[in-house]
């Protein structure tokens, strides 16, 4: 049997993702934990790694199991074995053919940042801090130059081990309400490190570093050492996995409302 499972998590406890021989990753905890409902061990496969102190709002796993539990048991029962830092948000069978990584369609993540001359100690690990003025207008005129499907090469972390680095962004929008500036970006998928990296190059352009079009001349350079430095991972959570109706897969990003209340 096949289960997927939603699952939200702090990443600022955790050592990324992946599971670690410490045994420190975000899949450590949830395979300790799922292994308690179904008194065997379970290797959970993700849509998406996050890296050392990043969120998610709503990352999605799969697992095979040959234990027949309720729905139920997967979520509260993993919950009560989970650190308060992971939580289980539901859980469903899927066919065999489902793939929580291969199966989607799209990956949003959100960048929260706080645009303040003084750092905010409530909000540490939770979202980056840029202390200077930002020009939210020239941010977006900038982003629209990550529109459509490019080489994303200048955005690119040297470790990055995807095939190819050519991506399409269908949707990335920039907002701000007071003191909080976010950034939500849709694609097909995303390389390692790119979300942070666009981000940083963005507030280059917002504190009047370069121009708007600077952006689109980094795509078409394709070279990383060009942009600006990768930004902290603070503030950045992978908010939803977007699926083809069939699977019927819950689509949940709660932190605009949370902060843009």
């Given at each position: 049997m096949r289960i997927a499972l939603g699952i939200e998590y702090d990443g600022s406890r955790f050592c990324g993702w992946?599971?670690?021989?410490?045994?420190?990753?975000?899949?450590?905890?949830?395979?300790?934990?799922?292994?308690?409902?179904?008194?065997?061990?379970?290797?959970?496969?993700?849509?998406?790694?996050?890296?050392?102190?990043?969120?998610?709002?709503?990352?999605?796993?799969?697992?095979?199991?040959?234990?027949?539990?309720?729905?139920?048991?997967?979520?509260?029962g993993a919950n009560a074995f989970l650190p308060a830092s992971v939580a289980v948000l539901w859980a469903r069978p899927v066919g065999d053919e489902f793939h929580a990584r291969f199966s989607a369609v799209s990956r949003r993540y959100i960048?929260?940042?706080?645009?303040?001359?003084?750092r905010n100690a409530l909000f540490a690990g939770k979202a980056g801090w840029f202390h200077a003025p930002l020009d939210v207008a020239a941010m977006q005129a900038g982003a629209r130059h990550l529109l459509g499907e490019h080489d994303f090469s200048a955005f690119r972390a040297a470790e990055c081990q995807a095939k190819s680095p050519v991506k399409q962004m269908q949707r990335i929008e920039i907002s701000r309400r007071g003191d909080c500036i976010l950034f939500d970006l849709t694609a097909n998928a995303f390389l390692h490190h790119m979300v942070r990296n666009l981000v940083g190059s963005l507030v280059y352009v917002g504190k009047g570093k370069h121009a708007p079009d600077w952006i689109g001349s980094l795509l078409t350079g394709r070279d990383r050492t060009l942009a600006a430095p990768t930004f902290a991972p603070d503030g950045l959570y992978l908010a939803s996995i977007g699926y083809e109706p069939r699977w019927n897969i819950p689509i949940s990003a709660r932190l605009p409302d949370l902060v843009f209340r």
């Open positions: 992946q599971s670690q021989p410490s045994a420190c990753g975000v899949q450590d905890a949830l395979e300790r934990a799922l292994a308690q409902i179904a008194g065997e061990a379970v290797r959970v496969v993700t849509a998406g790694r996050t890296d050392t102190g990043v969120h998610a709002l709503h990352q999605v796993v799969h697992f095979d199991t040959g234990a027949a539990r309720p729905d139920t048991a997967w979520v509260r960048y929260l940042l706080l645009n303040h001359p003084v």
